[in-house]
């Protein structure tokens, strides 16, 4: 029986992706820290679907989580990794909180990185799918949130380098970024509080925000493309691309 486990279910983004591979007929992993929001899901998961869902909670920025999740779940048949758990801060460099921008690196970076890599190295032969979430932030930066752009600025082009190196090896796994814009989620309310440029509140434009589940459909279109990049544009569109990223070769001219 095989799997799709996806990180920061519990709310937001991460709980449409669930009801969206459910959906799907995909039996799922969700994990996150809130055992009641993960537990609720999976009852009304399984009962409007017919699927298999499993819980695993715990707080991916403490050291060593990641990989200890991992290897509790070695006994599935995992074929596909959502990396969704995450969160940013968004306030101008010299106003950031020093730990809470280390939570920030360990879970968006550190955490993402190790289940990538050892996801990658035990699935690199198979049909198997890694989906990173990073953000329009992974693409360009905004000035009131340089370190959280910073930490997806990495997931885009680690990603993308995965995918190019598998794509150069001829190996069966496939790398994909998921880069949304402005989504409605407990992420950017926690984000953007007291999130203020020039007097002005940085988020007032509501139109801007696509859903979550919107985005677990956006999300669904880049798994069954063959594309790499699936990023939402400034009119809420969901863009497939290839990679965005130059790969450096033999032939490539430095400036």
């Known amino acids: 029986m095989k ?3 996806i990180t920061g279910a519990s709310a937001g983004i991460g709980k449409a992706l669930s009801y969206k591979f459910a959906e799907k007929g995909h039996n799922i992993i969700i994990t996150a820290r809130r055992v009641n929001e993960l537990g609720n899901t ?3 998961i399984e009962s409007r679907f017919k699927v298999n869902v499993i819980v695993k909670t715990g707080d991916l920025a403490e050291d060593g989580a990641a990989s200890r999740l991992y290897d509790d779940l070695k006994r599935y048949d995992i074929n596909i ?30 955490a993402l990185t190790e289940l990538s890599l050892k996801f990658v190295r035990d699935h690199v032969e198979e049909d198997a799918t890694l989906i990173n979430v990073s953000s329009v ?21 680690f990603t993308e380098g ?3 190196a598998v794509k150069m090896e001829g190996k069966k796994l496939r ?24 007097g002005k509140d940085f ?13 677990a459909d956006y999300t669904y279109r880049l798994y069954e493309s063959d594309k790499v990049v699936g990023i939402v544009d400034g ?18 001219k430095l400036a």
């Open 175 to 198: 790398a994909k970024v998921l880069a949304p814009g402005p989504t409605e989620s407990e992420f950017l309310i926690a984000a953007s509080k007291d999130a203020v440029v020039n």
């Open 42 to 44: 999976k009852k009304d």
């Open 81 to 110: 990794l959502i990396n969704n758990a995450g969160f940013g801060d968004f306030c101008m460099p010299w106003e950031i909180n020093l730990e809470k921008a280390n939570r920030m690196l360990n879970l968006n970076v550190k």
């Open 203 to 215: 988020f007032t434009d509501k139109n801007a925000f696509i859903t979550a589940e919107r985005l």
């Open 162 to 164: 995965i995918a190019a």
């Open 235 to 252: 009119e809420k569109k969901l863009i497939l691309k290839d990679p965005m990223f130059q790969i450096f070769t033999s032939d490539t």
């Open 137 to 157: 932030g992974g693409y360009y930066l905004f000035p009131i949130a340089v370190s959280y752009c910073a930490t997806k600025f990495y997931v885009s082009s």
């Open 3 to 5: 799997y799709a486990l």
